[in-house]
């Protein structure tokens, strides 16, 4: 007598459950793995929800969907492929709970209901009721950040109910949590409007009250509110006080909760009307006697050109006279007399909407956009000095002098070369100041030289603090015996 083989299928109605079939191996029926319950991904804040034919959550779930709340009343079936009893569901949800803070957990059902924080279970109803509901409430601290939310319902028999909420508690004798300062912070200058539209993300609190923007210029520690929003409305525009402000401003956002606390204020961010230049270089060639001035080239989108000027003597007074425009990032000027002073220069940008960056006639010795270059004095004492030679008890003594009056001397000191005769180089005998004090500037030296009838020539020459030598006098001769 043979053994009767036999092989028998079994679809489960579920499709999103996946097929269940069993194979009669050796005579013996084995059951092959189910297939894994199709992935689903939910929206954010949005609960997961999984079914399953049994009240231990074993095995593939039976249907897997999206449930933004869990509110739920059944009378028989929840769903198709699922028993009317002996049936459990699971809602999960992963969240971010911003600065955190008191919340309350309340959960109410019939029959079986657990619900757990981050693994740990917090709200225990676990026993077969009918069609008796029962509910619970628990206040407890959510730390700040993401965490894990799940609710385990089962029912063993009869109606089918469960809720659960979680809600902040927003008293201000139980929430003393600071929001999260907002994120997010971009700014639009417009060059037309001349105004500024701020704009941020929405911040991860649950019980948030409000916006408020503030703003504050750079270089003042004053802050001033602009404006206060609702939690739905997330920018506003500020026309500034003055239209044609050219200061720059820095914003900052910030939180206020239900319970009346306040959030630190957003990362700052700094709006300027008009672009600016950030740094000023320059450099005088002597070869040329030109600068060249060079600056970082702005990026800004309501960028136009600069204007390059120079702070020059005009009818009497100095004021700054402009030299040109250009949308490049460097200037040459023109040459310049190499005469020892300071130079002055400033380069200014105009936006798109032809406001200029301010321009103000004094020297400013920290703006950025101005440079401060000293200029190499070029110009040499103009005239000779007079030059006299006598002897001396040690071999020549030279006299040097210049009469010209003291308030117009263009020299700091005086020099005095000797050479002999025939030879071509010359040597330094003195080299020195004189006393201002004095009508005339003058010096003396004594040059020491042995009484061999050799011929020395003296010359004379003054200079400057720059290096710059005079012309020197003329050539004078004497023989030593």
């Given at each position: 007598?043979?053994?009767?083989?036999?092989?028998?299928?079994?679809?489960?109605?579920?499709?999103?459950?996946?097929?269940?079939?069993?194979?009669?191996v050796g005579g013996l029926l084995a059951a092959a793995p189910r297939a894994a319950a199709a992935d689903v991904t939910c929206a954010a804040n949005v609960?997961?929800?999984?079914?399953?034919?049994?009240?231990?959550?074993?095995?593939?779930?039976?249907?897997?969907?999206?449930?933004?709340?869990?509110?739920?009343?059944?009378?028989?079936?929840?769903?198709?492929?699922?028993?009317?009893?002996?049936?459990?569901?699971?809602?999960?949800?992963?969240?971010?709970?911003?600065?955190?803070?008191?919340?309350?957990?309340?959960?109410?059902?019939?029959?079986?209901?657990?619900?757990?924080?981050?693994?740990?279970?917090?709200?225990?109803?676990?026993?077969?009721?009918?069609?008796?509901?029962?509910?619970?409430?628990?206040?407890?601290?959510?730390?700040?950040?993401?965490?894990?939310?799940?609710?385990?319902?089962?029912?063993?028999?009869?109606?089918?109910?469960?809720?659960?909420?979680?809600?902040?508690?927003?008293?201000?004798?139980?929430?003393?949590?600071?929001?999260?300062?907002?994120?997010?912070?971009?700014?639009?200058?417009?060059?037309?409007?001349?105004?500024?539209?701020?704009?941020?993300?929405?911040?991860?609190?649950?019980?948030?009250?409000?916006?408020?923007?503030?703003?504050?210029?750079?270089?003042?520690?004053?802050?001033?509110?602009?404006?206060?929003?609702?939690?739905?409305?997330?920018?506003?525009?500020?026309?500034?006080?003055?239209?044609?402000?050219?200061?720059?401003?820095?914003?900052?956002?910030?939180?206020?909760?239900?319970?009346?606390?306040?959030?630190?204020?957003?990362?700052?961010?700094?709006?300027?009307?008009?672009?600016?230049?950030?740094?000023?270089?320059?450099?005088?060639?002597?070869?040329?006697?030109?600068?060249?001035?060079?600056?970082?080239?702005?990026?800004?989108?309501?960028?136009?050109?600069?204007?390059?000027?120079?702070?020059?003597?005009?009818?009497?007074?100095?004021?700054?006279?402009?030299?040109?425009?250009?949308?490049?990032?460097?200037?040459?000027?023109?040459?310049?007399?190499?005469?020892?002073?300071?130079?002055?220069?400033?380069?200014?940008?105009?936006?798109?909407?032809?406001?200029?960056?301010?321009?103000?006639?004094?020297?400013?010795?920290?703006?950025?956009?101005?440079?401060?270059?000293?200029?190499?004095?070029?110009?040499?004492?103009?005239?000779?000095?007079?030059?006299?030679?006598?002897?001396?008890?040690?071999?020549?003594?030279?006299?040097?002098?210049?009469?010209?009056?003291?308030?117009?001397?263009d020299f700091t000191g005086l020099e005095v070369e000797r050479r002999a005769a025939g030879t071509e180089a010359w040597s330094v005998v003195l080299h020195?100041?004189?006393?201002?004090?004095?009508?005339?500037?003058?010096?003396?030296?004594?040059?020491?030289?042995?009484?061999?009838?050799?011929?020395?020539?003296?010359?004379?020459?003054?200079?400057?603090?720059?290096?710059?030598?005079?012309?020197?006098?003329?050539?004078?001769?004497?023989?030593?015996?």
């Amino acid at each position: 007598m043979h053994q009767k083989r036999s092989v028998a299928a079994l679809t489960v109605g579920a499709l999103t459950g996946g097929a269940l079939f069993a194979v009669a191996v050796g005579g013996l029926l084995a059951a092959a793995p189910r297939a894994a319950a199709a992935d689903v991904t939910c929206a954010a804040n949005v609960y997961k929800r999984t079914f399953y034919k049994n009240t231990s959550f074993s095995g593939s779930p039976a249907r897997t969907d999206c449930d933004t709340a869990v509110g739920q009343s059944w009378s028989g079936s929840p769903v198709s492929g699922v028993p009317s009893n002996n049936f459990g569901v699971r809602w999960s949800v992963t969240r971010d709970f911003g600065s955190g803070g008191p919340f309350t957990f309340t959960a109410s059902a019939t029959d079986g209901v657990r619900v757990y924080l981050d693994g740990v279970r917090k709200i225990d109803l676990w026993k077969n009721t009918g069609d008796t509901a029962r509910s619970k409430g628990l206040n407890l601290t959510v730390p700040s950040g993401k965490h894990t939310l799940r609710v385990d319902y089962v029912n063993w028999s009869g109606a089918a109910k469960v809720t659960y909420t979680y809600t902040p508690r927003t008293s201000a004798t139980y929430d003393r949590t600071k929001p999260l300062a907002p994120t997010g912070v971009k700014t639009a200058y417009s060059t037309k409007t001349r105004k500024t539209t701020v704009s941020w993300a929405a911040n991860k609190e649950m019980d948030l009250g409000s916006y408020s923007l503030y703003r504050r210029a750079v270089g003042s520690s004053t802050w001033t509110k602009v404006a206060t929003t609702t939690t739905g409305v997330r920018s506003h525009t500020d026309p500034l006080v003055n239209p044609d402000d050219r200061t720059p401003y820095y914003y900052e956002v910030r939180a206020k909760d239900k319970a009346g606390n306040a959030s630190s204020g957003s990362t700052d961010t700094i709006v300027r009307p008009l672009p600016v230049v950030t740094s000023l270089t320059g450099v005088y060639d002597k070869a040329t006697r030109k600068v060249a001035l060079k600056w970082p080239l702005n990026t800004e989108p309501h960028f136009d050109h600069y204007t390059v000027l120079s702070n020059d003597l005009v009818d009497g007074r100095y004021v700054w006279v402009p030299l040109g425009t250009t949308k490049g990032a460097t200037w040459t000027t023109g040459a310049i007399t190499a005469d020892g002073e300071t130079r002055h220069y400033r380069v200014l940008v105009t936006n798109d909407g032809g406001t200029t960056t301010y321009n103000p006639n004094r020297l400013d010795a920290v703006a950025t956009n101005e440079l401060w270059l000293e200029v190499p004095d070029g110009i040499a004492p103009a005239y000779a000095p007079d030059l006299t030679l006598r002897t001396c008890a040690l071999g020549v003594q030279a006299t040097v002098s210049d009469y010209t009056p003291a308030p117009i001397r263009d020299f700091t000191g005086l020099e005095v070369e000797r050479r002999a005769a025939g030879t071509e180089a010359w040597s330094v005998v003195l080299h020195q100041g004189y006393d201002p004090r004095s009508a005339n500037a003058t010096a003396t030296v004594c040059d020491p030289l042995p009484a061999d009838g050799s011929t020395y020539e003296y010359r004379a020459r003054t200079y400057d603090t720059a290096g710059n030598y005079s012309p020197a006098s003329t050539i004078m001769t004497v023989t030593v015996n």
